[in-house]
């Protein structure tokens, strides 16, 4: 009996051991905290997009891509990536600001990026999303339609400067503002061309939030936003003393502090042609 007693125990350790081993072929998850927004695929992969709403919107949306194998079934773990969103109109085509589509660090199977949906689709004008992607030096493209729904709040500005320069401003951070004193982050760009918007750099934007229904006041402590080289972006601090509907009034000015857009908010000016919005 005493021979049971610990051979038992034995055997049962030896069989879990090997049932965990068998545990690493399972495929890993690395995307449990997102959820998908579609999939487009071609003949020989599924490329599978995620965000963290499940939906892809006009304005800053960051994505989440893994390819998977359609024969293996097994996700790709050194895909060189590009992608190119297009948006087909009745008289031409256009793209819109993007980050380049990288490995997750860290990660194994996971890729991911930013695209500033600068225009929302209608009945007859939307967008599409091209992957061009080599694996192991073998080239492969996938197309699918991406569905731009109108946000309700501006989140994305697209306008002409006083220096003749077609801009687009959009707002990345916060996207779950609080009663506080929150980061606020934006991406300028300048549209060069239909299929080229690099990042402009070096630029200024003052900051001057407003709740237009409550006498246009303002709140203390803004901070403009000044341009930062490692995230290409604009930071600054956006003070919001309650919850509800502001206006983020804003002016653009470049490096020799010229207004290229927007106004100051004073008692006659309600507010700047230049603004984006949010609502919590
Ligand atoms: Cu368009």
Redesign the pocket.
């Known amino acids: 009996m005493k021979l049971f007693k610990y051979i038992l125990p034995a055997i049962f350790a030896l069989v879990f051991i090997s049932c965990s081993d068998d545990d690493d072929n399972t495929p890993i998850n690395e995307v449990q905290d997102l959820i998908q927004v579609q999939e487009i695929s071609n003949d020989t992969h599924t490329i599978e997009l995620y965000t963290k709403s499940g939906t892809t919107v006009q304005g800053y949306n960051n994505i989440t891509i893994r390819i998977k194998d359609k024969a293996s079934l097994e996700y790709i773990e050194n895909a060189m990536i590009t992608w190119t969103p297009v948006?087909h109109?009745a008289t031409m085509s256009?793209s819109c600001p993007t980050s380049e589509l990288l490995k997750v660090e860290g990660k194994q199977t996971i890729y991911d990026g930013f695209i500033i949906f600068?225009?929302a689709e209608n009945e007859s004008?939307g967008w599409d999303l091209t992957f061009n992607y080599t694996i192991n030096g073998i080239s492969y493209e996938a197309v699918g339609d991406v569905a731009v729904p109108a946000s309700s709040k501006k989140t994305v500005s697209s306008f002409m400067g006083s220096d003749n320069v077609k801009y687009i401003l959009a707002l990345i951070e916060p996207q779950k503002p609080e009663v506080k004193i929150n980061d606020m982050v934006v991406g300028l760009y300048k549209m060069e061309s239909m299929m080229s918007y690099p990042v402009i750099e070096n630029f200024k934007i003052n900051l001057d939030p407003r709740m237009p229904s409550m006498g246009n006041h303002s709140s203390p402590n803004n901070e403009d936003l000044v341009y930062d080289s490692i995230s290409e972006m604009y930071k600054g601090k956006l003070s919001l003393t309650m919850t509800g509907y502001w206006k983020l009034n804003l002016i653009l000015r470049n490096q020799n502090d010229e207004i290229l857009k927007g106004e100051a908010v004073t008692d006659e000016v309600e507010s700047s042609s230049l603004f984006l919005e949010l609502e919590f």
């Open positions: 948006m109109m256009h600068q225009m004008e």
